[in-house]
């Protein structure tokens, strides 16, 4: 099955500066990705999905990244706030699959 | 549009007990998938319903199970609770099954069992 592994586990930066997270993925039948933000006491939000026949997609200081070949994919957050604080996961699926692999998650603390 | 919605938001129970949480999935939705969280495993899929039938399941024992009702709400049941079943559940409904639609989370319950 789908086994998805996220880095890193914990990420500390300043306010304005940029994150970065990535994830790879073991099946390459896998063709959804999307990220997922979970502040204390919600469910996961989605912030951003890719769909394997894209290789990139921006909304705002939000951007994802995808390499199918290598099989993996990225979140970078620019001029990060303190508000960006919170666990991000990564997910992959695949096509007529809602069952989604989840990474660890990625604890993201923004200092003002 | 009103979000996904779970009920009780907390809950908590002894071992041996059975316990029910409920799930209202976002208007217009027909699919409903349940997850567990918990601090050790991650978020692990459950099982998904569409149509009343459950279309998906993932590896957890029988002790949990499920059912969707023709207004799409959803529930899914655990009987004789383990102290392990402690976790938040969330559900998510998407728009159909039979495709990679997205999939929007609820607030969780928070199940304690002691």
């Known amino acids: 099955g789908e086994n998805v592994e996220q880095h890193p586990s914990t990420l500390s930066v300043q306010e304005g500066d940029s994150a970065v997270i990535k994830c790879t993925y073991s099946d390459s039948a896998s063709n959804y990705f999307p990220w997922y933000k979970q502040e204390l006491g919600k469910g996961p939000q989605l912030i951003i999905d890719i769909r394997s026949n894209v290789g990139e997609k921006k909304d705002q200081r939000i951007a994802v990244t995808l390499n199918k070949t290598a099989k993996h994919f990225s979140l970078h957050i620019t001029e990060t706030q303190p508000e960006d604080s919170a666990v991000y996961f990564c997910?992959?699926?695949?096509?007529?699959?809602?069952?989604?692999?989840f990474g660890a998650g990625t604890r993201l603390t923004v200092k003002p | 549009k009103a979000g996904v919605t779970q009920t009780p938001r907390y809950l908590i129970k002894t071992r041996g007990q059975q316990v029910t949480l409920s799930c209202s999935p976002i208007s217009g939705h027909r699919s409903v998938s349940w997850y567990q969280q918990t601090p050790g495993q991650g978020l692990q899929f459950l099982f998904e319903y569409f149509s009343e039938t459950q279309r998906n399941k993932g590896n957890f024992p029988g002790r949990f199970s499920g059912r969707q009702f023709s207004n799409s709400r959803s529930e899914m049941n655990v009987s004789t609770l383990e102290l392990g079943d402690s976790a938040l559940y969330l559900c998510?409904?998407?728009?159909?099954?039979?495709?990679?639609?997205?999939?929007?989370f609820g607030p969780g319950t928070r199940l304690t069992v002691l």
């Open positions: 997910a992959a699926s695949q096509y007529n699959n809602n069952d989604m692999r």
């Open positions: 998510a409904s998407s728009l159909a099954w039979g495709r990679t639609d997205t999939q929007y």
